[in-house]
């Protein structure tokens, strides 16, 4: 939209649209970048997981994770957040979705201690936060948990939900972490107790199919893959948020799309991890929506997302153009991950109109090379090409959000310190 003024209520969401004329704050306004799927603290392990030691699977990696898992305090997870979140603010993410597993304190008791760190993190950031608090049962079929998962168990539903209510934002959104890690039927009752205490628009978001292994694993124990499985649950509607869905079969991501699931994806992840290719075009063509997550957060920008997701479609098909036919890729794809992201949250934003919280993207193409007479050439380049500093100036439900270095000098040093010993203690 052009000549556009919002007009905001006293909590920051847009309440009319109304015509107007310069002075402008900005030349052109996205809605803000929601981030479905993010897990902060993975962003410590950013340049650790490289060597042969960790290099060689998802699996080995994993074990770098849980090391990271089993140390960090709350204060350290605050740090790490931080920095995490700044990234993501950044990269153009005005709200994330925390994937939360990080349950029990070092003496082993359910605490939301490390959850509100979390919280603190984001305050400081300015983004605006939603915990996932994810179930986690088990090390995965007839396995018990064991070692840094440890700290994830939650073996008794009804204590969970009351630590889940405990958290702040609480009731968004619940997690099951996987069907390696929780029981399917124990999974279907979860959800529904959860919905029974937070109301029937709980999210629920799960990660699935994102490692053969897994699948096989799921296969083996009930007879199909994870997405049918949680189909013949009745856990697939558009309430349900499937991160990865990489080795779902035709079939399942056709019953993704017809139940209106949506499915996040979150490519640079999935990229560094050597998971594999979602085919996202086919997906689009039967119906299907996806969101977008950060997910490791090694590198933190929105546009990065995308155009990874755009360019693995073009290196499979040896064609171009591939996720949406233009004019206008960068924009149709961008409108497309922040309103299902927000969906995925169940949270009021995502789109510029009333009702949804002002959180705008405001580009300024002066600090690019890219000509901007054609606002879609412009944004199609800042996909393509460096967005240099255009992206500089995002709201969060109406105010700017600066870089936090600006802001809070000490506590971003602070946090910056805090984050490097804890990657040079990892590293050794
Ligand atoms: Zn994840």
Redesign the pocket.
């Given at each position: 939209m052009t000549d556009t003024a919002l007009v905001l209520d006293g909590t920051g969401r847009i309440v009319a649209l109304e015509p107007a004329g310069p002075p402008w704050d900005g030349w052109c306004a996205l809605p803000a970048m929601v981030d479905g799927?993010s897990?902060a603290f993975h962003r410590l392990l950013t340049g650790l997981g490289e060597r042969a030691a960790a290099a060689g699977s998802f699996w080995s990696w994993r074990a770098l994770m849980y090391r990271a898992a089993a140390r960090l305090t709350p204060e350290d997870l605050e740090a790490v957040a931080t920095v995490a979140y700044e990234a993501l603010r950044a990269g153009g993410y005005a709200s994330v979705g925390e994937?939360h597993y990080l349950h029990r304190d070092a003496a082993g008791a359910l605490s939301p201690a490390a959850a509100r760190a979390l919280a603190r993190a984001a305050e400081r950031v300015g983004v605006r936060l939603v915990l996932i608090p994810a179930l986690y049962q088990r090390g995965g079929y007839g396995r018990a948990a064991e070692g840094a998962q440890e700290r994830f168990l939650t073996p008794e539903i009804d204590p969970f939900l009351d630590y889940a209510a405990a958290l702040p934002e609480a009731g968004r959104a619940v997690a099951v972490h996987s069907l390696r890690a929780v029981d399917p039927a124990v999974a279907a009752d979860f959800v529904a107790r959860a919905r029974a205490r937070f109301g029937a628009d709980c999210r629920l978001h799960i990660?699935a199919a994102?490692q053969h292994s897994e699948v096989e694993e799921v296969r083996r124990h009930e007879g199909r893959g994870p997405l049918a499985v949680l189909d013949a649950l009745g856990l697939l509607d558009p309430r349900t948020a499937v991160?990865?869905a990489t080795h779902a079969s035709a079939e399942e991501r056709a019953l993704l799309a017809r139940r209106g699931a949506r499915l996040v994806l979150?490519p640079q992840?999935e990229a560094y991890l050597g998971d594999g290719l979602f085919p996202l075009r086919s997906f689009q063509e039967e119906g299907g929506r996806w969101a977008i997550?950060s997910?490791?957060n090694t590198r933190a920008g929105a546009l990065d997302e995308l155009r990874l997701l755009e360019y693995e479609a073009r290196l499979v098909d040896g064609k171009r153009v591939r996720l949406d036919p233009g004019p206008g890729l960068a924009r149709a794809l961008w409108t497309r991950g922040a309103r299902e992201g927000a969906h995925v949250l169940a949270l009021p934003a995502g789109e510029i109109r009333p009702g949804c919280f002002a959180d705008l993207l405001v580009l300024d193409p002066s600090e690019t090379p890219w000509s901007a007479a054609d606002p879609d050439v412009f944004l199609d380049a800042c996909l393509l090409g460096d967005p240099g500093e255009a992206l500089a100036s995002l709201y969060v439900a109406g105010e700017r959000r600066p870089p936090l270095a600006a802001r809070d000098p000490v506590g971003w040093n602070a946090a910056l310190a805090r984050f490097r010993r804890l990657q040079e203690e990892l590293a050794s």
């Open positions: 799927h897990h994937f990660h994102e991160v990865h979150c992840t997550g997910d490791a």
